[in-house]
């Protein structure tokens, strides 16, 4: 399976990015996907994170009401559309699929199955 994550850059504060993720190669409906982030010196953040069915998803308080994650698996995509976005945002955000397909909760890295490799959103102030 891969992941490949697009759609980073730099943004203004209170602009808006879309990030997508597609993956190959493997049975994406049964994953459940996630975005994360790690800012420099921090520890990676799970940010968001939506089941196999698109039937639940999961915000971090630091995203939550500004951040939608959707998923089409007919095409095999998970996105993260980020609005009103804060300097506060900027850092590394990778694509995952969770070896579970349920959520309750942000994912675990220990779960994690599949990591995509990173794309660079910088919001300016």
């Known amino acids: 399976v891969q992941l490949q994550a697009s759609g980073g850059g730099l943004a203004q504060a209170g602009g808006s990015l879309r990030l997508s993720c597609a993956c190959s190669?493997?049975?994406?409906?049964?994953?459940?996907m996630g975005w994360f982030r790690q800012a420099p010196g921090k520890e990676r953040e799970s940010l968001a994170a939506i089941a196999w069915n698109g039937g639940s998803a999961y915000y971090s308080y630091s995203v939550k009401g500004r951040f939608t994650i959707s998923r089409d698996n007919a095409k095999n995509t998970v996105a993260l559309q980020m609005n009103s976005l804060k300097p506060e945002d900027t850092a590394v955000y990778y694509c995952?699929?969770?070896?579970?397909?349920?959520?309750?909760?942000?994912?675990?890295?220990?779960?994690?199955?599949?990591w995509g490799q990173g794309t660079q959103v910088t919001v300016s102030s």
């Open positions: 190669g493997g049975t994406f409906g049964s994953y459940a």
């Open positions: 995952a699929a969770d070896r579970y397909g349920v959520i309750d909760g942000p994912l675990k890295e220990t779960d994690i199955e599949y």
